[in-house]
């Protein structure tokens, strides 16, 4: 079916509503990009609060609490007469009848509908591994990360002076992706540099932290160098990176893989999901062509087939340009959200609509103090690496937060936590249990660390 190159309609004599589905970067770019247009917003989430997902990790790792890096969605459209904010979840969605379904009940009909809905974990399949693996997508995820990861190091004193011995301090990330990256060289950060004189009978930097990436190389979509470079940036900081292995089984503090033939197995005090995404079941509900991961197929005025009043953006999409899916990342999303109220823009005009193209400015990841790697496609082309890709990273990531608040309360926390090597939001919530460590407990000590998987079994960097 060919792609709607002419408006809508004739300008409507009607003031036109539209409904935004999800407060990511997507849905509040739309939004924001509808402030001066003669058009009625209403934009619905779940949850009353935006959250820059880029940042989550830190949050995971207790260098920033939730509240730096989330802001409550009525706060950021406070001020944008047009706009108004319902707290719900949509249930159902009637292209025909043009309204949607709510979980409340109540049906909202719409004139535009842009569906923001982002992704969520996938486990290919094996959803029973959840319990035992957490993937990192939003706030809640983050804080039952953080809970994890500080109760280990907790338990693993109160056990060593009761009984004089604790089980093994394994810290396992599957997925060598960029979150997958981020996450180990975290750890890896807060068990040698942070808490190495908070505990006087255990020894933090004791623990070993393993990435475990199916592929041949970490941060497969970057540039071989870069990959390489992040590869040697973890090994420095102690993290042990095994590529080309790939996990068949998780359980209650353990991790089967394979790799070379050979099965493995680990006990592990936390395990950490950074290995798939699939999209939104929301997407679904629409009746349009779905890809692989359930990813809306749109064309280049982001609508699905057939349904020009509808816009599907962010994570949900899937969205080609010359010959290549773009990624379900910060920036995408964003221009997607602003590029709607372009074309809304242009069907109130009676214009013909503009087709989005995405300006793909880099993409950066950090590796551990002070160290990243960074693909910079504008204002200039460069690799950087290092503390240059740091500081990059550091002053982009501040450059887009929302709210002047959350800028400065980030910038001091980065500065304190550089300068003090402490952390300031290392709060345990929650209950007290992970999962198998009592099991362990009951089995009494070992003479041996039960994990076959061993360091120089690792593939060399490319």
């Known amino acids: 079916m060919g792609e709607l190159t002419r408006p809508l309609q004739q300008p409507p004599t009607h003031r036109p509503r539209v409904v935004i589905v999800g407060g990511g970067f997507a849905g509040i770019h739309a939004a924001c ?9 209403t934009l619905v989430d779940r949850r009353n609060h935006h959250t820059f ?3 989550l990790y830190q949050v995971a790792l207790a260098v920033l609490s939730p509240t730096d890096i989330a802001q409550p969605i009525r706060t950021i459209l406070s001020r944008q007469q047009n706009a108004e ?9 009637d292209p025909d009848a043009r309204q949607i379904t709510l979980a409340s009940g109540a049906q909202l009909p ?11 974990h996938s486990y290919f399949g094996r959803d029973d591994w959840a319990p035992f693996a957490p993937g990192l997508k939003t706030v809640e995820d983050a804080t039952e990360i953080r809970r994890r990861v500080l109760l280990a190091f907790e338990l693993a004193e109160r056990q060593m002076v009761e009984h004089g011995w604790h089980p093994p301090l394994n810290f396992v990330v599957i997925g ?61 900081l102690g993290v042990e ?75 949900l999409a899937h969205f080609e340009q010359d010959d290549h899916q773009v990624p379900g990342v910060a920036q995408p999303a964003m221009q997607m959200g602003d590029h709607v109220a372009k074309i809304l823009s242009a069907d109130l005009a009676g214009r013909s609509r503009p087709a989005f193209r995405y300006f793909d400015k880099g993409d950066m990841a950090t590796i551990g103090r002070m160290d990243a790697v960074a693909k910079v496609e504008w204002p200039f082309k460069a690799h950087l690496s ?76 490319p």
């Open 33 to 41: 990009g509808l402030a001066r247009l003669p058009v009625d917003v």
């Open 53 to 55: 997902q880029p940042l």
């Open 85 to 93: 904010v319902l707290m719900d979840e949509v249930t159902g969605i």
């Open 110 to 120: 719409y004139d535009y509908l842009v569906l923001a809905t982002g992704a969520t």
């Open 176 to 236: 060598g992706g960029p979150t997958g990256v981020e996450l180990a060289g975290a750890i890896s950060d807060i068990a040698q540099l942070y808490m190495r004189h908070d505990f006087r009978h255990i020894d933090p930097s004791k623990s070993r932290v393993l990435l475990l990436e199916g592929s041949p190389r970490v941060l497969g979509t970057y540039p071989e160098d870069l990959s390489a470079k992040a590869e040697a940036a973890l090994r420095r």
């Open 241 to 315: 990176v095994h590529t080309h292995t790939h996990v068949t089984a998780i359980g209650p503090g353990w991790v089967e893989a394979e790799a070379n033939g050979a099965s493995s197995r680990i006990d592990v005090a936390v395990t950490l999901w950074a290995a798939g995404v699939e999209a939104s079941p929301l997407g679904s509900l629409l009746g349009a062509p779905l890809d692989h991961r359930g990813c809306v197929v749109i064309d280049r005025r982001l609508n699905p087939p057939g349904m020009p009043e509808v816009f599907v953006l962010g994570d």
């Open 386 to 461: 290092g503390f240059p890709a740091w500081a990059t990273w550091l002053t982009v990531h501040i450059f887009f937060l929302i709210g002047f608040r959350n800028r400065l309360s980030v910038f001091a926390a980065w500065t304190w936590t550089y300068f003090t090597f402490t952390r300031g939001a290392r709060l345990i919530t929650g209950d007290q249990h992970l999962p198998g460590w009592q099991r362990k407990i009951d089995a009494g000590p070992s003479t041996e660390d039960a994990a076959p998987i061993q360091p120089e079994q690792s593939q060399p960097s």
